[in-house]
């Protein structure tokens, strides 16, 4: 994003802090006595229609004070972001004190889950660790006698051998098929093989080897993630949740398919989602911030944090890195 002159930074963090304070509209005035700045009003009101111009700023009526938009909440988590308080600091030692005195892993994540909605405010959502699907990438086929063995070699150092049945007459066709599938993996680039594109001479042999190869990978697709939240009702008490057409979508969307809340597929941006940048429209009027763990060889886990888009941004993202990291060390 392009980025702002020293007033309009000043003005734009000034507007953030106050509205996320008092969930009230801002004007220039109040701007200036609360936070101290050095600045007139009319300057302060200069930078604020400038701010409104750029799309950062929005004003709810006419006559009201200014408050942050979405795009407003973005450049200040990318570019405003203060340091997380004493709080957050004081959170994360009390979580590198934490001994895993827990039976099972749902008692534990809905500790966590318990520990951050306490300490933001705001709903958490914590979702069990799963595996990814490895992609493929090269593969090796020698024949034995009336067999072919197939030596599949995944992005996770993983190597799995199928042993198939040559269909009759297909023997010569060994040597091309496997040049053609590894010129495929090369060139799609991302573990794919574009099998309608076989050509017709290895209809045979191909045929065999994708029905295989596709059934391998139908027993290592990854199952749904389980998951845990809590504060809920800490959510839609707020007050950007008092219309219902906002927040039935979001409730369906949390008994249908929770993990959706918080994407294995983080968001390139720190992984927090503002608004309309998170995939799902039940959010769009929400930010959603998350940090992933890794627990051993299960897979990845998401530790997240659900709310209006008007939320202390440093102290929540502080809290889902901690639990993260505590997450990591409890289950290395």
């Not at 801002?26 to 936070?35: I, P």
């Not at 595996?131 to 030596?151: C, D, G, I, K, T």
């Not at 769009?284 to 008007?310: D, K, N, T, W």
């Amino acid at each position: 994003m392009e980025p702002l002159p020293s007033r309009q930074q000043e003005v734009l963090r000034a507007t953030v802090h106050h509205y996320v304070d008092t969930i009230e509209p801002v004007g220039s005035r109040t701007l200036v006595k609360r936070f101290g700045l050095k600045a007139s009003s009319a300057t302060v009101r200069y930078a604020m229609g400038a701010l409104e111009q750029r799309g950062l700023l929005t004003q709810p009526h006419t006559s009201a004070g200014r408050v942050p938009s979405a795009r407003g909440y973005r450049h200040y988590v990318d570019c405003l972001l203060p340091p997380p308080g004493a709080a957050a600091q004081h959170l994360d030692q009390e979580l590198t004190q934490l001994s895993l005195r827990w039976a099972a892993l749902d008692d534990l994540l809905q500790q966590m889950a318990r520990r951050l909605t306490d300490f933001t405010g705001l709903m958490s959502l914590i979702t069990h660790p799963t595996r990814l699907q490895p992609a493929l990438e090269a593969l090796r086929l020698v024949r034995s006698e009336e067999r072919l063995l197939v030596m599949l070699v995944q992005n996770s150092s993983q190597a799995t051998h199928l042993n198939l049945r040559l269909p009759h007459g297909s023997e010569h066709q060994i040597e091309a098929i496997e040049l053609w599938a590894r010129r495929q993996l090369e060139h799609n680039g991302n573990g794919q093989i574009a099998w309608e594109s076989l050509p017709l001479e290895l209809q045979d042999c191909g045929r065999a080897l994708q029905d295989a190869i596709h059934s391998h990978q139908q027993l290592e697709t990854p199952q749904e993630s389980r998951s845990v939240f809590h504060g809920v009702s800490r959510l839609i008490a707020e007050p950007e949740f008092s219309q219902s057409a906002r927040v039935w979508p979001l409730l369906e969307l949390m008994d249908e398919q929770p993990t959706a809340l918080a994407p294995s597929d983080c968001h390139p941006c720190g992984g927090v989602w503002i608004g309309q940048e998170h995939p799902q429209a039940a959010l769009h009027h929400c930010s959603v911030v998350q940090a992933p763990y890794r627990s051993g060889g299960e897979g990845i886990g998401q530790v997240a944090l659900v709310g209006p888009m008007r939320m202390a941004y440093a102290t929540a993202l502080a809290a889902v890195q901690s639990v993260a990291r505590t997450l990591e060390r409890l289950l290395s």
